[in-house]
């Protein structure tokens, strides 16, 4: 169940629920607020009356809204970041490889409570825990593909890292656009297309030990 599940189930107002299961509540209905209204025309009181609690039962679970909005992203980076190695993990072949790990960033755009503007799109970029935080998500995406392609290539770990770079910012911001311009390539296409692109260049490289470039 997601977050924003969480709230839908446990929103009327007066309901006693265990502590852990209350922040998830909060911060479902944190997540939809901040994706609808932003960081800065958002208010503790939307939030609140969003989860169906007081402003105090907020304030017990997180001191201001920062916090919130720091747990909230947190929680995201790391369901991207997990997607990702899982991805990665899915298969041997890596152009089955590229596939699922396209795939996984637009099923990070399209999830239906639009966490990913947490992520990419955020208002509050000029925070400096929330810069890092997004700084360091977009890194370790990139390590983990970077890592991979040291492995099968042998490059020099600097320049697998550079492909890293290139494969996630590729990803992302590709997914991006075709979420936001109602695109009428459909998504499955839209996934097979950016594989093509990013496979016909990365199996440029050979594999290690090998001549012959990767099929």
């Known amino acids: 169940m997601t977050a924003i599940e969480q ?6 107002r007066g309901t006693r629920l265990p502590r ?8 479902g209905a944190a997540q939809e607020v901040f994706v ?12 609140a009356e969003r989860a169906g609690v007081s402003k105090p039962v ?8 920062l916090d919130l909005y720091l747990a909230l992203l947190d929680q995201h980076c790391d369901a991207l970041l997990q997607s990702i190695r899982t991805a990665l993990a899915s298969t041997t ?10 795939d996984a960033y637009f099923s990070y755009v399209q999830d239906e409570g639009g966490a990913f503007r947490l992520v990419f ?7 400096p825990a929330v810069r890092e935080r997004v700084e360091k998500v977009t890194l370790e995406c990139a390590e983990a593909f970077g890592e991979v392609i040291a492995e099968d290539t042998g490059l020099p770990k600097d320049e697998a890292m550079l492909l890293g770079v290139g494969l996630g910012g590729l990803s992302q911001v590709v997914a991006r656009y075709w979420l936001s311009s109602d695109s009428k390539v459909d998504r499955d296409k839209a996934v097979r297309l950016l594989t093509s692109l990013a496979w016909r260049g990365i199996a440029g490289f050979p594999l290690h030990g090998s001549e012959q470039t990767q099929h």
């Open 7 to 12: 709230t839908d189930a446990a929103r009327p």
């Open 20 to 27: 852990r299961a209350r922040r998830n509540q909060l911060l």
């Open 121 to 127: 799109e955020s208002d509050l970029t000029n925070e």
């Open 58 to 65: 907020l304030y017990q679970h997180f001191p201001g809204k």
């Open 36 to 47: 609808a209204q932003g960081y800065h025309s958002a208010a503790m009181d939307d939030i």
């Open 93 to 102: 072949d890596n152009k089955l490889r590229v596939a699922a790990t396209m």
